[in-house]
């Protein structure tokens, strides 16, 4: 229980520190980059989940290199 309770006070202290330091030590053009940088990889990180979507339901032709030596294999195990 020490440990969960340690593990949530530094957490939140981070959390508090990057806050902190967000609202007070960053200019305006500083807080915009950033912005425009989470932007970018959210973007990116879309994309990316797209691309495996659409690749997800793609079925593989049946030419496949050694498909019927491996049938024959699961064959002979019993399958």
Not at 47 to 76: A, F, H, I
């Amino acid at each position: 229980m020490k440990r969960i309770k340690t593990t949530l006070v530094l957490v939140g202290g981070v959390a508090l520190a990057l806050a902190a330091t967000y609202n007070v030590l960053l200019s305006d053009h500083a807080k915009e980059s950033l912005r425009n940088s989470a932007r970018a990889v959210r973007d990116a990180c879309d994309k990316v989940c797209d691309v495996v979507n659409e690749s997800y339901g793609v079925v593989m032709d049946d030419n496949l290199p050694n498909r019927e030596k491996t049938e024959r294999q699961w064959s002979n195990l019993g399958y």
